[in-house]
């Protein structure tokens, strides 16, 4: 029975949330590093929620030396979902091409900003949704493994 979580789980469940469709295009390193820092920033959202110390992990194995549950590695996953989003809405470029040269056009740059910041703060509603209900069925409200409020 393993006695770790493979990071490659917990891509697999961002991977069920996202598409991107330059991804295959990128090098086998860039395409690691990438998920590595989406991974990275998750991890620092969750861990003053977790009951399980996730800075107990090994880059160069891609593991974490606990065993995750089902709803950590959905929170972890949520977590990437939220800051590739972010990354794809701050890109003004991705915005322009996602909407036509009418609706871009007729957006000023203040009520572009206002819908990117509205998208991102829905986004960061449902991430904390899912560690308030994590913490609430762990009982760790708040806390977390590394005690931190």
């Known amino acids: 029975m393993p006695n770790n979580t493979q990071y490659s789980e917990v891509y697999d469940k961002f991977f069920l949330k996202v598409k991107d469709y330059n991804f295959p295009l990128y090098s086998e390193e860039i395409k690691e590093e990438y998920l590595l820092d989406l ?11 977790s009951v399980k110390d996730l800075s107990q992990r090994d880059d160069a194995s ?6 995750l549950s089902g709803r950590e590695k959905e929170i972890l996953a949520i977590g ?4 590739w989003v972010e990354a794809k809405f ?36 449902a991430l904390y949704r899912e560690q308030y209900l994590y913490s609430y069925r762990t009982g760790e409200i708040g806390g977390g493994a590394n005690g931190a409020v």
């Open 62 to 67: 891609k593991s974490f030396n606990v065993i």
């Open 39 to 49: 991974l990275t920033s998750s991890i620092d959202d969750f861990s003053d929620f």
């Open 80 to 83: 990437m979902a939220f800051h």
């Open 90 to 125: 701050l890109d003004e470029d991705a915005m322009r091409n996602s909407m036509s040269t009418r609706d871009y056009s007729y957006h000023s740059p203040a009520n572009l900003f206002k819908e990117l910041k509205d998208a991102r703060e829905q986004m960061r509603i």
